[in-house]
T-cell receptor, first 111, second 113 residues
Framework: GENVEQHPSTLSVQEGDSAVIKCTYSDSASNYFPWYKQELGKGPQLIIDIRSNVGEKKDQRIAVTLNKTAKHFSLHITETQPEDSAVYFCAASYSNYQLIWGAGTKLIIKP | SAVISQKPSRDICQRGTSLTIQCQVDSQVTMMFWYRQQPGQSLTLIATANQGSEATYESGFVIDKFPISRPNLTFSTLTVSNMSPEDSSIYLC??????????FGEGSRLTVL
């Protein structure tokens, strides 16, 4: 069946450095790729998303890139801050709200 | 955006009992979703609840174990029946407003002893 692989499972970076999380999807029909951030004790919250007709999208310190040929997409966080510490989930979707979720990446920002 | 309130936020339950989780959305929505998140794991969709029709369950989840109600366009409940320790999880209510983004409640953390 369809699946989304997410790496790494844990990422520890120094405050101020960049963090990159990568996901690979299997279903070539997927056309929507969101990234969610889940802070401890809270529900996931969308931080950025990209559709298959776009190769890159940026929102302040956060960017997402998509390579449809290779079927992978990545989350880039620059100038990391302590409040970026959380679990990040990628997902892929081919129809409304039917998401295939990645396993999650725990991002730790070291002071 | 949509604001979702879930109750209870956490509970400790005895094996064999049932618990109903309530989900309230601050606007009328067509689809509501129930997810399970086991400790340290990703999200797994349990079912989709549409107002006025039976919920649609994902593979591995059955109505007898997870009955769902959707009495109106702002409210839904999920019951976890005949609980066992394996049901200890976070249960999340979610909805969308048509643009693709999902909004989540803060979750209901169940511990089954």
């Amino acid at each position: 069946g369809e699946n989304v692989e997410q790496h790494p499972s844990t990422l520890s970076v120094q405050e101020g450095d960049s963090a990159v999380i990568k996901c690979t999807y299997s279903d070539s029909a997927s056309n929507y790729f969101p990234w969610y951030k889940q802070e401890l004790g809270k529900g996931p919250q969308l931080i950025i998303d990209i559709r298959s007709n776009v190769g890159e999208k940026k929102d302040q310190r956060i960017a997402v890139t998509l390579n449809k040929t290779a079927k992978h997409f990545s989350l880039h966080i620059t100038e990391t801050q302590p409040e970026d510490s959380a679990v990040y989930f990628c997902a892929a979707s081919y129809s409304n709200y039917q998401l295939i979720w990645g396993a999650g990446t725990k991002l730790i920002i070291k002071p | 955006s949509a604001v979702i309130s879930q109750k209870p936020s956490r509970d400790i339950c005895q094996r064999g009992t049932s618990l109903t989780i309530q989900c309230q959305v601050d606007s009328q929505v067509t689809m509501m979703f129930w997810y399970r998140q086991q400790p340290g794991q990703s999200l797994t969709l349990i079912a989709t609840a549409n107002q006025g029709s039976e919920a649609t369950y994902e593979s591995g989840f059955v109505i007898d174990k997870f009955p769902i109600s959707r009495p109106n366009l702002t409210f839904s409940t999920l019951t976890v029946s005949n609980m066992s320790p394996e049901d200890s999880s976070i249960y999340l209510c979610s909805t969308g407003l048509g643009g693709g983004e999902l909004f989540f409640g803060e979750g209901s953390r169940l511990t089954v002893l």
